[in-house]
């Protein structure tokens, strides 16, 4: 579903280096407690170039190169939110989109985690610590209806708000068996002239705030219903 992130001029510090950046080591855990299922929390939209942002790769996702920076959980309004790792909360109901509400945490190693489209203002104050899997939140609808499109967005970034990575090597979880239920292996945008490129969920590209567009393809499938938007 629509992050809306790129809306959110959020942040103007320069990028972070890799060098002070942690690396991907399954150090986070999933945002809900408990086993994915029907009545409980989903894997829907996966990170990158999904082919819901090449759809709105020029507009919505245009000022994040194209693809859509998080990973999207389907839940019903209301379900708990925890924090994916420990950290100190940095923003609530920062300028980062993903309405109604967000609260973005920082954790070690120039990472910050933002959980979009909450159901309400969260009760934590920045420069609260929280721990892992603490509750943060509950989950609402990026249309505010609770019908229309419940879910959570969740990007892992560099504390400069500036990168956007895979969150899945960051998180420990069976991403195999999650992505049985959701649109991870079907869900990607093809270049017909590199059919290969970013069409599994771990082979995602990090999109960096404002950069060029990452999939302006001459040989799009399928192609973008009404053109390019």
């Given at each position: 579903m629509l992050a809306l992130t790129s809306l959110a001029a959020a942040h103007s510090a320069p990028a972070l280096p890799d060098s002070a950046i942690a690396r991907p080591d399954r150090q986070f855990g999933l945002p809900f407690a408990g086993a994915p299922g029907p009545d409980t929390w989903l894997l829907g939209q996966g990170y990158g170039n999904t082919t819901g942002a090449y759809r709105q790769r020029r507009s919505t996702y245009g000022n994040l190169q194209g693809i859509h920076a998080g990973l999207d959980f389907s839940a019903p309004c209301g379900t708990p939110v925890r924090a994916i790792g420990d950290g100190v909360v940095a923003e609530v109901d920062g300028p980062h989109g993903s309405p109604p509400h967000n609260v973005v945490i920082d954790h070690a190693g120039n990472l910050s985690s933002l959980?979009?489209?909450?159901?309400?203002?969260?009760?934590?104050?920045?420069?609260?610590?929280?721990?892992?899997?603490?509750?943060?939140?509950?989950?609402?609808?990026?249309?505010?209806?609770?019908?229309?499109?419940?879910?959570?967005?969740?990007?892992?970034r560099d504390r400069a708000h500036q990168r956007f990575f895979n969150p899945l090597p960051y998180i420990a979880a069976d991403w195999d068996s999650l992505a049985l239920s959701g649109s991870f292996s079907r869900g990607y945008e093809y270049d017909l002239s590199a059919p290969r490129r970013w069409q599994t969920p771990d082979a995602q590209p990090e999109a960096r705030r404002g950069a060029a567009l990452l999939n302006d393809f001459q040989r799009p499938w399928p192609p973008a219903a009404g053109g390019a938007r």
């Open positions: 959980y979009g489209h909450l159901l309400r203002r969260s009760e934590l104050r920045p420069g609260t610590r929280v721990t892992r899997g603490q509750v943060i939140g509950l989950s609402g609808d990026s249309q505010g209806t609770c019908i229309s499109a419940p879910h959570l967005h969740l990007e892992l």
